[in-house]
């Protein structure tokens, strides 16, 4: 995994000030990485790509990342609210609040977010989330 320190200006080009949030490899398809900040970003590996959100369901404090991935969305542990990846947008209740969204670019087999907008948010660690639940709906 890439270091939490390294972001893209250590490796070049145009994604200078972007986080690395580490390799393309460790993101299974319907799977997700969590990136430590707080309040911390999922990135999702969809079967068309690499999609960030924040990680924390907008109802109740439960991380998305340890949801059920499936057709592009994820449903929350807690109180099986759903969001769409790629656009945050809440699908059912009890969530009705939006997730950010973030930019999210791969170069060379790593996953890279821009969380440039999140002023205060300094990289703690990154950890990854086993997150390939196909056939465990609301756990």
Known sequence: MTPPETNARTQGGDLAGWHAAGTADEIPVDGALVIALKPP???FRLEDGFFATDDTCTHAQSSLAEGYIEDGTVECE??????DIRTGQAL???AVIP???Y???TRDGIVYVDLRGRAGCPVERLTPVSSNRAGQPGQ
């Open 99 to 101: 997730l950010a969204t």
């Open 103 to 105: 930019p999210v670019a």
């Open 41 to 43: 970003v999922a990135v």
């Open 78 to 83: 807690f109180h099986f609210a759903k969001f």
């Open 92 to 94: 059912t209740p009890p």
